[in-house]
């Protein structure tokens, strides 16, 4: 071990209380699943962390059902007051089980502890204690005196952010006087099960959160229901259109958060070294697999030898492994066939003639892992260029104009998120402002708040999530 | 001698490329006259239109565009007659019935162009974020929209669907009333002779059935408004329309009463909220 080496700092995978076996949560009670269970896997060894039950359809009928008892009986006639009482609770014990709940996350999702610790947990209270205070404060959002909720909502999530993506769905949806029926992915419903617990331990009247467990069927069961009055999607744009196309004729409102190949754009005049940071945090944070992720790095050509020297010095120091480890940077891959996907993917801007350097930290030798990646001389043809890879591969695209960099960069039917890298005020208001896309980090990137509203333009969805605007899509305006 | 109209695309007025026309009656059956038959490919051309004036119209300023939509509703107060005239015929109501339509259509027009400079203010942030950020959220047009004009209300009803469309900053394509498309025709000539710019709004006269499915599955259409449609078609239009996530604005099934005082909603379908960060410090 050299002078510049860490020692290994792992957090104690016994935080996390795994149970052997996990059920679904309806009705305010934990419930075995008429599906076939499933087995969640450790993406980081690849074997199985714990049993978990399945909802069939009768289950998704029975969640449904709870969720609109709860709505007519209990949570829907509840002053809003009270029910923010209940979201101020929640989000104590998320809080209190912080470090329960990261522990667990990382194992089941394979993101660095560091990340699941700081960014995922208290960014999914924060949500909670954001929403808490609309609850009795609707009729001042801006859509009226008296705003009414939908009634049922049914919410679907992906696997990146567990946690925090149930809380995006469930703090407004419970804020606005909903209640939800959540379905988690399939690789990752631990948290959300959990979850269930720090809803019986807040008091929550039975049935305003129910979580059903399951694949895509059970969501795909789900958004039909036709006793569902809201559908909120956060996932690939493939799924995302298929469920716009399912709820087409029947007037349920629809929010989707879709993929996105988000540009972080480099003028000449940027701070370089602030640039590369932003710019590996962009693409390498959560392994990538972040719908808003940098994945095209546009540079303008003058810097572009300069800036990709450091970018891959900077590269090389990052720590892929144990994702308990509290040194690691970049974790484990969420799952094998996410894994064979950007493999795929890396191989096709092979193939298609970009050039691949990557990183040349060891792997560990189990799990699924994937080397920090970025590709020179690409295309905007290449797919690399074009398809979301949800992995930690970064594509590096030459600018020479400011007009050339925003054209480049709306060049794509995503709209999700951008970077700009300048010291020119003007021109970051002015980048700002070209970029088709619904959030603009400049000299920055991948910062979330509850109170900044986040959501995509084009083939990244529509509809926000955060502060006053993100309200809309729980209240029947 | 009954006239026949043309359509108006990109600020001209084209026949039909399918060089169709169809017969414009009365509510009494009387001939009024001869309205173009839009085709496909006139949808087409008009979407390109559309997107071709896209850039110039959403990069005004909110003050212009308030301006040319003032001067909208005040060429129209110069045809107010021929307005009148025009919907007491279409809609088969009184002349007086038909004015008050007529002098409503003008302050819907007013209205929504009072809001262009407004939609930031009422609709955007400040976002106060935990942490050394500055970050502010605001609204931006969608693109462009496609609309389904109402079929009833021929002139109330195709302002009232058009001009947040304008006032948010988008351009649009709509289909107008089939049987009734004569004050939407008038309405393209009093844009052509304001300050809108060409392609702003393209009109086109011809069926909804038509016209609809192609413009829903348009890749280059970000926003749909279904008001005009026919209700059986609708579920199929949705599902073309998320082939390329394209909004789609779902009025009730049966027509709006128009009189009734239009909310924000409108606005909030076409616009896209766009939040900006970046670090406070020295």
Known sequence: ??????????????????????????????????????????????????????????????????????????????????????????????????????????????????????????????????????????????????????????????????????????????????????????????????????????????????????????????????????????????????????????????????????????????????????????????????????????????????????????????RVGDPLDKNTDVGAINSAEQLARITELVEAGEAEGASRWSSSCPLPERGFFFSPTVFGEVQQSMRIAREEIFGPVLSVLTFRTPDEAISKANNTPYGLSAGVWTEKGSRILWAAQQLRAGVVWANTFNRFDPTAPFGGYQESGFGREGGRAGLEAYLDV | MAKTYKLYVGGKFPRSESGRVYPVHAADGTLLANAALASRKDVRDAVAAARKAFPGWSGATAYNRGQVLFRVAEVMEGRRAQFAAEVAAAEGITSDAASAQVDAAIDRVVWFAGWTDKITGVLGAANPVAGPYFSFSVPEPTGVVGVLAPQDSSLLGLVSVLAPVLAAGNTGVVVTSAQRPLPAITLSEVLATSDVPGGVVNLLTGTAEELAPRLASHADVNALDLTGAPPELRPELERAAADTVTRVLRPGRTEPDWTAAPGLERLRAYTELKTVWHPIGT
């Open chain 1, 1 to 318: 071990m050299s002078f510049w080496e860490y020692a290994p700092a792992p957090e104690s995978a016994s935080v996390a209380n795994l149970h052997d076996r996990y059920r679904m949560f309806v009705d305010g009670e934990f419930a075995d699943g008429s599906g076939a269970p499933l087995k969640s896997i450790n993406p980081a060894t690849g074997e199985p962390l714990a049993e978990v039950a399945t909802a069939a359809e009768s289950d998704v009928d029975t969640a449904v059902r709870a969720a609109r008892n709860a709505f007519e009986r209990t949570w829907g006639p509840m002053p809003g007051s009270e029910r923010a009482k209940y979201l101020f609770r929640i989000a104590r014990l998320i809080q209190e089980r912080g470090r329960e709940l990261a522990v667990l996350e990382t194992l089941d999702n394979g993101k660095p502890i560091k990340e699941a610790r700081d960014t995922d947990i208290p960014t999914a209270a924060a949500h909670f204690f954001h929403h808490a205070g609309w609850a009795d404060k609707l009729g001042y959002a801006g859509y009226g005196p008296d705003p009414r909720p939908l009634g049922v909502a049914a919410g679907i999530i992906p696997w990146n952010f567990p946690l925090l993506m149930l809380a995006w769905k469930i703090a407004p949806a419970l804020a606005c006087g909903n209640t939800i029926v959540l379905k988690p992915a399939e690789t990752t419903p631990l948290t959300a099960l959990v979850f269930g617990e720090l809803c019986q331990e807040a008091g929550l009247p039975p049935g305003v959160v129910n979580v059903l467990p399951g694949a895509g069927d059970v969501g795909a069961r789900l958004v039909a229901h036709p006793d569902v009055d809201k559908v909120a999607f956060t996932g690939s744009t493939a799924v995302g259109k298929e469920i716009q196309r399912t709820l087409a004729g029947t007037g349920k409102k629809l929010t989707l958060e879709l993929g996105g190949k988000a540009a972080n754009i480099v003028f000449d005049d940027a701070p370089l070294d602030q640039a590369v940071e932003g710019v590996v945090n962009g693409i390498f944070f959560n392994q990538g697999q972040v719908c808003c992720a940098g994945s095209r790095l546009l540079v303008q050509e003058s810097v572009a030898d300069e800036l990709l020297g450091k970018l891959r010095a900077r590269m090389e120091t990052l």
